[in-house]
């Protein structure tokens, strides 16, 4: 008998053990939502199964008697808006910033400071000032992911600089590289996956930022629908918008994961990166 | 015809002195292996004529002129590892010290400009032995492979001076032995100047036409740090002299 660490699990052995915490807190769901709906036909906390089909019907392929359109529809392509442009905004700002800071020294004695301080500044306690600033309209909801994110990018990859060995700085010198050229040829082509890899990590924040400023002022959004069924408790349909906004998610690190792959196979090579 | 003198030179870090005393001239054309104990400063010498440090005191002079504070073309150098760029292939590798000279403001070229910096940069890689490589990237390379790269890559630029920093310390002895005729023949051919570090005394006899020794020559034994190493042998290898090499092997042995 080999050590528990020793022991490995096969390949359709993984998957089945990957599947069955999933498994097995749906049936926990179905067995306590069975419970409360015996004791109380009317109760809203735990729907049954035939109540989410209903609701996803209404949001997802019925158009909205109010508006005529399918209001799962227009939530995410307005949400999906706000997160691409702020947390395309941010990637843009991290990828300047953060190898300037990590490449020129005169830079970094001047932004590092003021990039740490930003980042420090907890985003949401300055959301009221930005709806202040920038209005009620998109802008503050992008502003609030950039201003969110970006820090943390930039920082992420002023250290992604340093850690190239100095040996490829020299060389490229000896190459004849002027300063903007080192910047040019060898840090940002070698910069790109790693932003990927950042943009993959500020996903999370991002959304949270995205789902709070909708949550406050918004007229559509994932965001601001789950917040605005909340008042009528419809767990029937906040619940299939949360899976909704996860499989987004999920979708979103995938497509980066493969595009890293596909547009730098360099980056991946005999390395294990997930 | 460049020629590097050396004067007086002295470098410090704080209190600590590394070198000192350095005083040395080498003709045009001088293939100099420099071998010592770990510590004595090899590295910094070599990082002195890169240009990556300054010395403290004293003079570096390449044909009359002080040596620029900073890495430059004219200075090849190949380390023992992390010298070739990842994210480009093997002929990328080697096209950049084209392109960069070329196309000052992207760095690249096109079109026609482009296939002659190709047509030159597969030329170089003829000469290493990596044309079948021409498209891998580094890390699908061998490390003998790689530094043959890093060789190629400092050829195209044709620098005056070409500084090896113990290029095969992490190669196999056989890959060793093949390495040791690529640089015989690329020296011969291009006449240029080299400068290479090496652990190996055989290494050092080989290929040098001089082999420089560094080592410290005063010992305060309260304070090590106040006395530097300095060249304790300097000697020109006009043939294969067998027995220099065991009387200096011997006397490396007693100081070590």
Known sequence: ?274 | MSKLVINNLWKEYGTQIVLERVNLEVADGEFCTIVGASGCGKTTFLRMLLGQEQPTRGDLLLDGEAIPNEPGPDRGVVFQRYSVFPHLTALQNVMMGLELHRAPITGRLWGGKRRQAQEQALAALDAVGLHGARDKYPSALSGGMQQRLAIAQSLVKEPKILLLDEPFGALDPGIRHDMHDLVRELWERNRMTIFMITHDIQEAFDLGTRVLTFDKVRHDPQQPERYGATITYNLPLERKDKSAMAELQAKLALSA
Request: glycine residues 8%; proline residues 6%.
């Open chain 1, 1 to 274: 008998m080999s050590r528990l660490i020793n022991r490995q699990p096969d390949r359709t052995g993984a998957i089945v053990l990957g599947i069955l915490p999933f498994v097995l807190l749906a049936l926990l769901y179905l067995i306590a939502s069975d419970l409360r709906l015996e004791a109380n036909p009317n109760d809203k906390l735990l729907p049954a199964l035939s109540s989410f089909g209903e609701a996803i019907q209404q949001v997802a392929v019925e158009p909205s008697r109010r508006t005529g359109e399918i209001v799962l529809w227009g939530d995410t392509l307005a949400s999906l808006q706000r997160l691409g442009l702020g947390v395309g905004l941010a990637a843009l700002a991290g990828l300047a910033f953060g190898i300037l800071t990590g490449a020129v020294p005169y830079a970094r004695a001047t932004l590092s400071p003021l990039i740490a301080a930003l980042s420090l500044i907890p985003p949401l306690a300055i959301l009221p000032i930005l709806f202040i600033v920038f209005g009620l309209g998109e802008l503050s909801k992008v502003v609030l992911i950039v201003i969110g994110v970006a820090p943390f990018i930039m920082r992420d990859l002023a250290l992604r600089v340093g850690e190239l060995p100095s040996e490829q700085i020299i060389k490229a010198q000896t190459l004849g590289a002027s300063s903007w050229q080192v910047i040019i040829r060898v840090l940002l082509p070698q910069m790109l996956p790693r932003l990927i890899d950042s943009v993959r990590l500020s996903l999370g924040p991002a959304w949270l930022f995205l789902i709070a400023a909708e949550a406050i002022a918004a007229t559509d959004g994932l965001g601001y629908r789950i917040f605005l069924l909340r008042r009528y408790m419809a767990m029937d349909t906040i619940l299939p918008y949360v899976v909704w906004i996860t499989l987004l998610a999920f979708l979103l690190d995938w497509l980066l994961r493969v595009v890293s792959r596909k547009a730098f196979p360099w980056f991946h090579l005999g390395v294990n990166r997930t």
